[in-house]
């Protein structure tokens, strides 16, 4: 006589971490409400916070990149890393990265008062968090997961291209601004600063996914979507001083943030769906035949 039919239930995905992420969920919602304020502060007080209506003018699209990008992406990136999902736990540390990179330039372009004092609360939590969340990640778990289903190379190139490219756009127009043969603003002199401490880290980022090691996987997916956040913003600021400005967009300007857009985007999207295949280590995938009956 057979016995009723059982099913085997799969295992509970397990995230690779080196240790629990509670003080790191609760900085990070931290940091999330910290951006909303400082965005909304912006946006409804920025002839206040903002001393000059030259920095109003440019940084009112910052604060619009920071509520309408980097705020979703953080949430995002932590509600699924909550439930267990690998793709947030990956994304995280790029939306904390893009939070930090918002928040260096704001530091760099403004003098010293409420706004400052925020600002710099938020680049001091996040770098820390981010810091943390990185060494909290099981690299090795994670190259295990995902060797040869991210396209590690194209990655690779994406990253440490682009960090190249902007260290010798920032050296060439630092060298004419020095030269006195080019003009810049203090918030564009804040994004050369800040390019300069930030785009090392796209380098190194992308050797380490052509090295294959486990911190190019741990960190690759986090890099690429703030890399991707980056091009975002920088159309939505173009678009916003275009708007406050009255004036029209350069065709040229344009086409340079599309071409951007692609060499961030396609890495970033065929990444993310390496991620998704490889979620679950082969260990604790479902059986290929679920249901599974006992005789007696």
Do not use: K
Not at 76 to 85: M, N
Not at 129 to 143: K, P, Q, S
């Amino acid at each position: 006589m057979n016995a009723p039919a059982y099913t085997i239930a799969p295992a509970p995905v397990v995230l690779p971490l080196r240790h629990g992420l509670a003080l790191l969920y609760a900085f990070s919602l931290v940091i999330g409400l910290l951006v909303a304020v400082a965005s909304i502060a912006g946006l409804l007080f920025g002839s206040r916070l903002y001393p000059t209506e030259a920095l109003r003018r440019e940084l009112i699209g910052t604060d619009v990149a920071a509520l309408a990008l980097g705020l979703p992406a953080l949430l995002l990136s932590l509600w699924l890393a909550w439930r267990g999902r690998l793709i947030g736990l990956l994304c995280w540390p790029g939306a904390l990265f893009f939070v930090l990179y918002l928040y260096l330039i704001y530091l760099f372009a403004l003098p010293f008062g409420p706004a400052f004092a925020l600002d710099l609360g938020l680049v001091a939590l996040s770098l820390y968090t981010l810091l943390d969340l990185v060494a909290a990640i099981d690299g090795d778990a994670v190259r295990q997961r995902l060797a040869g289903a991210v396209f590690e190379r194209l990655a690779a190139l994406s990253l440490a291209g682009q960090g190249q490219l902007i260290l010798a756009w920032v050296f060439l127009v630092l060298g004419g601004v020095l030269a006195g043969v080019l003009a810049a603003t203090p918030v564009g002199m804040a994004n050369h600063y800040v390019d300069v401490l930030i785009a090392p880290a796209w380098i190194i980022g992308g050797l380490m996914l052509w090295l294959r090691r486990p911190l190019g996987y741990a960190a690759g997916l986090g890099l690429l979507l703030q890399g991707s956040l980056f091009i975002l913003a920088a159309i939505v600021i173009v678009l916003v001083q275009a708007a406050l400005a009255g004036a029209t967009i350069a065709r040229l300007n344009l086409l340079l943030i599309v071409a951007g857009a692609l060499v961030c985007f396609i890495p970033f999207g065929l990444f993310a769906r390496g991620v998704l295949a490889r979620s679950a280590p082969p260990s604790l995938r479902p059986p290929a035949a679920s249901p599974v009956r006992a005789t007696r």
